[in-house]
């Protein structure tokens, strides 16, 4: 009779992002309901060995939520864009992105707020995110800085509400704006709501 092999130990560090990686997707699916022996289960573990590693599920959730906000994909993907292409072309490419990944967290944001309160780091940590998020958006629009109103940074900061309130049922109360696609909103922010131009009240209309 063979007997099984033992699979070799994990490092803390790896077997913490092992137990971070499996939490996430059961956290947007189940939210803070999700149980411990689910997430052992997903990550192929015993339950027990989850609090060898955390001291708690609360410790273990507040970590997954943290790597979901984390803005460094977001961050990486806006600077792959580039700037060689237009600005419309350039924003709709953001735009996509930036949903992509709010409408896969969006369900995360109605964890219980006492869970994420108990940590002081996560706060600064979401403040942090978007700062960045923003940054690299502005720098999308830097090149065409001469063109807009506002500047790129002020812009970067438009976009983003824009984005968020196509996504999150939370900014947009009446579901006004569920609809929006990346063209329309990237359309709201460099041409306004006017869908053609307003009469010139000083221009005298022909006889």
């Known amino acids: 009779m063979n007997k099984r092999r033992r699979v070799p130990a994990m490092a803390p560090e790896d077997r913490r992002a092992a137990l971070i990686a499996a939490t996430i997707p059961l956290l947007r699916e189940y939210g803070a309901a999700v149980s411990t022996r689910q997430i052992a289960e997903a990550a192929g573990v015993a339950e027990g060995t989850i609090f060898g590693v955390f001291p708690d ?17 977001a961050v990486d993907a806006l600077r792959a864009i580039g700037t060689r292409a237009g600005l419309r072309e350039r924003l709709r490419e953001a735009v996509a992105t930036l949903r992509a990944g709010m409408t896969a967290n969006a369900n995360l944001f109605a964890v219980p707020r006492e869970l994420m309160a108990e940590d002081a780091e996560f706060g600064q940590r979401m403040m942090e995110g978007r700062r960045r998020i923003k940054t690299a958006l502005a720098a999308l629009m830097e090149p065409d800085g001469d ?10 900061q438009l976009l983003l509400m824009l984005t968020a309130v196509s996504v999150h049922r939370g900014f947009d109360q009446g579901g006004d704006f569920a609809d929006m696609e990346d063209e329309e909103i990237v359309s709201v922010l460099l041409d306004g709501l006017l ?5 010139d009240p000083h221009r005298e209309s022909p006889c």
């Open 57 to 73: 599920k609360a410790t273990l959730l507040r970590a997954a939520l943290m790597s979901a906000f984390d803005p460094r994909h």
């Open 147 to 156: 063109r807009l109103r506002r500047s790129p940074e002020a812009a970067a």
């Open 195 to 199: 869908v053609r131009p307003l009469p």
